[in-house]
């Protein structure tokens, strides 16, 4: 069964940064897409950047789109989510997702608080 956990959330200043780490286990990590979603307090849960098993195809969401980074190391089953000039409105519970066909594995989200 496949699991995956989340890393390097925080409380950090409006203007700031963060790294968030994945590491993944129990699956063929290499060849899963996988996404980071976030939900804050009293919304629904959104996609926030994806990447294709080989790092081909990539994407954001508008709000965060030339502030975040997405990336993954296939060699150690790791996606990372470098985010820089964060905003208070980017506090949230940060999600990793897995997915291939009818496979679909979730971390269990840790909480990054941007303060003004």
């Known amino acids: 069964q496949g699991h995956l956990v989340e890393s390097g959330g925080g409380l950090v200043q409006s203007g700031g940064s963060l790294t968030l780490s994945c590491v993944a286990s129990?699956?063929?990590?290499?060849?899963?897409?996988m996404n980071w979603y976030r939900q804050a307090p009293g919304r629904e849960r959104e996609l926030v950047a994806g990447i294709s098993s080989a790092s081909s195809r990539i994407a954001y969401a508008d709000s965060v789109k030339d502030r975040f980074t997405i990336h993954r190391d296939n060699s150690k089953n790791m996606l990372v989510l470098q985010m820089t000039n964060l905003e208070p409105e980017d506090t949230a519970v940060y999600y990793c997702?897995?997915?291939?066909?009818?496979?679909?594995?979730w971390g269990q989200g840790i909480q990054v608080t941007v303060s003004s």
């Open positions: 997702r897995a997915q291939r066909l009818q496979s679909d594995y």
């Open positions: 129990g699956f063929d990590f290499k060849t899963y897409g």
